[in-house]
């Protein structure tokens, strides 16, 4: 079983769609939650830390779920510019961070 | 902030040659990373430094691979000798207090052996 796994997709939605990426991890006591976004050809970048209690970003919305063991990323109104890769990260301690394989979005016209 | 530099962006070199890729972190980021990034594999870490020190090297595939930071403002990533399967982006990221607070990227070597 992989560390941190991820549907890789791709989800392909309209403009203006709602789209949830979901992501597991194993190690119970990982310590820290992100998620980052890589478009084609260029490096990941972050996006948002994952808190416990739910953190928002405009239209992004980041929830952490430790008794299932699970991070997800909610994409509201999304838009051309949001079709990326979309990576979970997981720090579990330490220097040990972990990147998942990425969830592609593409959102259409 | 200029954030990490990479360099070169874009390398091609012939099967056999040496390799060397160049960063420099953040300012006042203690911890470096070395990571390659290939279709079939993903990110892959290859190696991190704490305060210029190398703390894991377990990544790092082969001894034809290997890493230096002798300052706090650079490292090297050095491939000799280089073959075909090394093809890939490697990244070099830096961050504060061991990552937990999330990395910055640089904006990657891309490498093509052939």
């Known amino acids: 079983r992989k560390e941190v796994e991820q549907d890789p997709g791709p989800f392909n939605v309209p403009e203006g769609a709602t789209v949830a990426f979901n992501c597991t991890y194993s190690?119970?006591?990982?310590?820290?939650f992100f998620w980052y976004r890589q478009d084609c050809r260029k490096e990941p970048k972050l996006l948002m830390s994952v808190y416990s209690s739910g953190n928002e970003d405009g239209r992004f919305t980041a929830q952490l779920n430790r008794a299932s063991q699970y991070i997800s990323l909610l994409i509201r109104d999304s838009k051309l510019s949001d079709s990326a890769t979309y990576l979970c990260?997981?720090?579990?301690?330490?220097?040990?961070?972990?990147f998942g394989a990425g969830t592609r979005l593409f959102v259409k016209a | 902030d200029a954030g990490v530099i990479q360099s070169p962006r874009h390398e091609v070199t012939e099967m056999g040659q040496e390799v060397t890729l160049r960063c420099k972190p953040i300012s006042g980021h203690n911890s470096l990373f070395w990571y390659r990034q290939t279709m079939m594999r993903g990110l892959e870490l290859l190696i991190y430094f704490n305060n210029n020190v190398p703390i894991d090297d377990s990544g790092m595939p082969e001894d034809r691979f290997s890493a230096k930071m002798p300052n706090a403002s650079f490292s090297t990533l050095k491939i000799q000798p280089s073959e075909p399967r090394d093809s890939a982006v490697y990244f070099c990221?830096?961050?504060?207090?061991?990552?937990?607070?999330?990395?910055?990227f640089g904006s990657g070597t891309r490498l093509t052996v052939v």
């Open positions: 990221a830096s961050s504060l207090r061991t990552g937990s607070l999330g990395y910055t």
């Open positions: 990260v997981v720090h579990t301690g330490g220097f040990k961070t972990i």
């Open positions: 190690n119970s006591a990982s310590q820290s």
